[in-house]
């Protein structure tokens, strides 16, 4: 089929690449020609594994293509995706600027009936209104539809190609058998592919991103409340888990959820709650809760040095919202930096992919370290921001003879706590009872 995807970010580029694997003949189109330059000579604007290989392929094999002109971009397409950005606005709702501005353009330069599918994560309702403004706009026949987009950074070309489910919103069924068509590939194991209205498959995403938010707060909570009463959280979670009705995914403990996605989603669902005169209190508290967490390893860190974080100088392991992506929107170890240098400390940061997002933002006021035991020269302390894998098992004895002090604030529970202390290290983890020898001495 020939497929155009507008906006070639982190969902639209995956969504674009993976399907010119699958044989279609595919245009992604972006509005910022820096980012289509860069892709036309191979440059990948984003870390996502196993996906550079992928372009590149399918690039050289002429399925896949890119450009700044929607015009042209979408002329020969049958299916036509929407995956531009759908950030925050600033009454707490979702800022649809982007969809009705693609739907503006994309009516305008309609020549031939096309589907028009939704992938961004869009309020209810979202659909219904794209399709009417359409109309108004064209006398050109189209459909919409919507697709939302359930891929993990970090696991999205997988995830891709493997979906536990495809959802679909589609009022007509020969639009849903379209899209049946095109995914057929990635369905071959029986995989579900479920249709129903717009706006239960706009529904669905939100829905599906707020539980997954609420394990983590709840988790969250748990684990703060576990530490105060000397329990451990993971004994607390085996103790949970196996009960097959909670299980074990997703109740990890750690330094509150970040991203382009569950912070804003959460908040979206709180603000179609509001405008419909409904109360959103879970939503509410959970992410009230998750703000929270992102400075309890702050408040750690500055108890165990009595306060005073002045000169001290701290390093950091892990800036990226969570292992295997480079993104850092909504990152805890950006709400941590902030803390950290607000309180006068120094920092060294490394993080195996996001140090050049990092340093955008933060420029000389860091040191960053391209190995992480770099980071430890020096430092008073080493905080586990997020797990990347390489962190699981490094030298301890190296790291020991590099820090200052061999104190260690983990944030995601990387390490195990007996082990820890057995090798002389200073160990917080979350949500098990900390073993400190004592609050560091004071500089002199
Ligand atoms: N990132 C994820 O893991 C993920 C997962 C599921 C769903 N989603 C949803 O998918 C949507 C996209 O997310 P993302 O992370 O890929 O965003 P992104 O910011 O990485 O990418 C959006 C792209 O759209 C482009 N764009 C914006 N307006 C445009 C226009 N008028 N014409 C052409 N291009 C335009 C931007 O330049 C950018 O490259 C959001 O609604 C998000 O909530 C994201």
Redesign the pocket.
């Known amino acids: 089929m020939k497929i155009a995807v507008?906006?070639?970010?982190?969902?639209?580029?995956?969504q674009g690449t993976c399907l010119a694997e699958s044989g279609n003949d595919v245009v992604c189109?972006?509005?910022?020609a820096a980012?289509i330059e860069g892709l036309k000579h191979g440059k990948i604007?984003?870390y996502e594994p196993g996906l550079s290989e992928l372009v590149h392929r399918n690039q050289r094999d002429g399925r896949l293509a890119f450009t700044?002109d929607?015009a042209r971009g979408m002329e020969e397409a049958e299916i036509v995706f929407i995956?531009?950005?759908?950030?925050q606005g600033d009454d707490g709702g979702?800022d649809l600027s982007?969809?009705w501005?693609?739907g503006r353009?994309v009516a305008e330069v309609l020549r031939s009936p096309k589907i028009i599918v939704i992938?961004?994560?869009?309020p209810v309702g979202t659909n219904a209104e794209l399709a009417r403004g359409m109309a108004d706009a064209t006398k050109v026949a189209f459909d919409v539809a919507s697709n939302?987009?359930?891929?993990?950074?970090g696991a999205?070309i997988e995830d891709f190609n493997k979906p536990d489910r495809i959802v679909v919103g589609a009022r007509k069924p020969a639009v849903a058998e379209r899209l049946h068509a095109l995914y057929a590939p990635f369905l071959r194991t029986d995989r579900p592919f479920l249709v129903m209205s717009p706006e239960s498959a706009e529904m669905t995403?939100y829905v599906a991103?707020c539980l997954l938010a609420t394990k983590i707060s709840f988790i969250n909570e748990m684990a703060n409340l576990c530490e105060v009463y000397g329990a451990d959280i993971n004994d607390v979670r085996r103790g949970i888990g196996h009960d097959q009705r909670i299980g074990f995914h997703f109740l990890h403990p750690g330094v509150g959820y970040g991203?382009?996605?569950f912070p804003?989603?959460v908040r979206a669902v709180i603000h179609m709650a509001q405008s419909r005169g409904l109360p959103a209190r879970m939503m509410a508290a959970v992410d009230e809760v998750n703000e929270a967490q992102k400075n309890v390893l702050f408040q750690k860190i500055e108890t165990h040095f009595s306060g005073s974080l002045r000169d001290r100088t701290i390093a950091i392991w892990g800036l990226a919202f969570k292992p295997r992506?480079d993104?850092i929107?909504e990152a805890p170890a950006m709400v941590l930096i902030n803390s950290l240098l607000e309180a006068g400390a120094d920092l060294r940061v490394h993080d195996p992919e996001a140090l050049a997002n990092v340093r955008a933002i933060y420029g000389e006021r860091l040191t960053y370290c391209d190995r992480p035991y770099g980071a430890l020269e020096q430092a008073d302390a080493l905080v586990i921001a997020t797990e990347w894998n390489e962190f699981r098992n490094p030298d301890f004895e190296i790291m020991i003879r590099l820090l200052r002090q061999p104190v260690i604030f983990d944030g995601r529970n990387v390490f195990d706590l007996a082990r820890m202390t057995a090798l002389g290290f200073t160990y917080h983890g979350m949500g098990r009872a900390a073993v400190d020898s004592g609050s560091a001495p004071k500089r002199q």
């Open positions: 507008i906006g070639t970010g982190y969902v639209g580029l995956v189109i972006d509005k910022v980012k604007p984003i700044t929607l995956a531009v950005g759908t950030p979702a982007g969809i501005a693609v353009q992938k961004s994560t869009v939302p987009e359930f891929l993990k950074e999205a995403k991103n991203g382009s996605c804003k989603d992506t993104d929107r």
